[in-house]
């Protein structure tokens, strides 16, 4: 849904970069064909051209450095289906960076779940 609403705008978008953050611990998105398959509807609402990936796949306070690192090999598959490059890896800041020659993205969680505690 909000990507028919960027798609309004796709007119008069000319000179952009879109990037797509993927999770590849998602229910939806496991294995990058299906991740494929899911930006493919994403691009075409939105009428923009994809131009690069995020690798952004974590389990919140469970991740592991194992689950960044497959993460990031999903993604560099993705994008070899897709013929953009990944642009840059995030990885929970508590973990050591992953080993990559891309920008690293350390993130550190903000939200508060009060059903977590």
């Not at 993927?22 to 064909?33: E, K, L």
């Not at 450095?65 to 890896?89: F, I, K």
């Amino acid at each position: 849904a909000g990507a028919v609403v960027i798609g309004q705008f796709a007119p008069d978008m000319t000179d952009y970069d879109c990037w797509a953050v993927v999770n590849f611990a998602r229910p939806t998105t496991p294995t990058p064909s299906a991740a494929a398959a899911e930006l493919a509807e994403i691009v075409a609402a939105s009428r923009l051209r994809l131009t690069g990936l995020v690798s952004n796949t974590h389990l919140g306070a469970a991740t592991t450095r194992a689950d960044v690192a497959a993460g990031l090999a999903a993604a560099q598959e993705l994008a070899a289906l897709l013929h953009v490059p990944v642009a840059l890896a995030a990885f929970p800041a508590q973990l050591p960076a992953p080993t990559t020659a891309l920008p690293l993205l350390p993130i550190t969680p903000r939200l508060q779940r009060p059903w977590a505690d």
